[in-house]
């Protein structure tokens, strides 16, 4: 990353379009966030509806108090622990300090310092709020990897900044920090255990609330392909029947799941792809059976990291369907878990 393409995306900004950044999570899709015009453009470019707020990014916990108002001392714990990081604060806004857009009309925001460095640079450089959510169309699988937002926003974007695969791979966790304690509204990698552990107070979790948030609607993070969600030992049944029904199968599991309960033969056990799919269209229109088993994740960190990459994959193969054996446990776990039952919930 050149320096010159920063102050490029820092032009792009001041000039109202759209700048595309990697975090550590996903890319955001980035615009100014006290430019109402800037905004209308980012909704419109995702096709989100208005009314649903985005996150504003700053480079610095400092910087918290210049879009928020009352921040509780416990979210103030919380932040000097895990900024930048993976989280996401729920903030009263400060009067005047964002556009109403921004917020969907709210009287609060949600506040973000993501730990990358060009997302850093960016956001030093510009040195107001950037207002981004993940850079992908609304609904759709949210991107990890510079390709993977030129190939879901072409020209739409004015700038994508190449910051290589997101570390960690889910959006972030976002925390409630309106009230007297934490209320978990989306999980991420920073865990219930984690929020406890700084701020001293047990976090409640609000996933399925009232709160008009996209990233927490039923539906979200979907493939084209249906994704359904089994167990070790329903794996095999499942495919088995998708099989006979006639469908072009692919399946999603932690390592070893596969080889102990996948009965057929699959058309390719990959390695890691994170970088360079080893499975393609190509491989399986040439190839005689409909199974694909995805290159399975070590553990639930890679889980998170490979598992937008494979739901991409799933729509590049023109696979039917995946069936998918979550990771088990807490934490990343869950959230991973989380984006998959959403990834599975049908469309209307
Ligand atoms: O990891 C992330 O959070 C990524 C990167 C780019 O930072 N961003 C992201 O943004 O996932 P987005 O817009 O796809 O999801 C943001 C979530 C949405 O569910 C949104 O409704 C919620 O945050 N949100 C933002 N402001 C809010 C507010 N004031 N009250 C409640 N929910 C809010
Ligand atoms: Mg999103």
Redesign the pocket.
């Known amino acids: 990353m050149t320096p010159d393409a920063i102050d490029d995306a820092v032009a792009h900004l001041r000039a109202g379009r759209l700048v595309a950044f990697p975090?550590e999570?996903?890319?955001?899709l980035g615009a100014d966030a006290a430019d109402p015009d800037a905004v209308a453009r980012l909704y419109s470019v995702k096709g989100r509806p208005t009314g649903?707020?985005?996150?504003v990014?700053v480079a610095t916990a400092e910087q918290l108090d210049t879009v928020a108002a009352d921040v509780p001392d416990w979210a103030r714990a919380l932040v000097a622990r895990h900024w930048p990081g993976?989280l996401?604060l729920?903030v009263r806004r400060r009067p005047g300090a964002v556009c109403d857009a921004v917020?969907?009309g709210?009287d609060?925001?949600?506040v973000?310092v993501?730990d990358h460095p060009v997302a850093t640079a960016l956001l030093t450089r510009f040195a107001g709020g950037v207002a981004?959510?993940?850079?992908n169309r609304f609904g759709r699988v949210?991107p990890t990897t510079a390709e993977h937002v030129r190939s879901d926003l072409g020209d739409d974007v004015a700038a994508v900044l190449d910051g290589g695969a997101c570390a960690v791979g889910v959006?972030?966790t976002?925390v409630?920090a309106t009230g007297p304690a934490p209320v978990v509204?989306?999980l991420?990698a920073v865990t219930a255990e984690q929020i406890e552990a700084a701020t001293g107070l047990t976090p409640t979790d609000s996933l399925h609330g009232a709160?008009?948030?996209?990233?927490?609607l039923a539906s979200h993070y979907a493939p084209d392909a249906t994704v359904e969600i089994v167990t070790a030992t329903e794996l095999s049944e499942r495919v088995g029947a998708h099989l006979r029904a006639g469908r072009r199968i692919g399946v999603l599991a932690p390592d070893g799941i596969t080889a102990e309960h996948l009965a057929a033969e699959p058309l390719i056990a990959g390695k890691s792809t994170a970088d360079a799919p080893t499975v393609g269209p190509a491989d399986a229109v040439s190839a005689p059976s409909r199974i694909v088993v995805l290159p399975p994740p070590a553990d639930a960190a890679a889980y998170a990291h490979d598992l937008y990459a494979r739901l991409r994959d799933a729509d590049l193969l023109g696979l039917d369907v995946v069936v998918v054996v979550p990771p088990g446990g807490a934490g990343i776990a869950a959230a991973v878990t989380d984006r998959l039952r959403r990834a599975a919930t049908v469309r209307e």
């Open positions: 975090t999570t996903v890319y955001g649903h707020p985005v996150i990014h993976p996401t729920v917020t969907g709210r609060t925001v949600g973000r993501p981004a959510p993940s850079a949210s959006e972030s976002i409630d509204l989306r991420g709160v008009a948030a996209p990233g927490t």
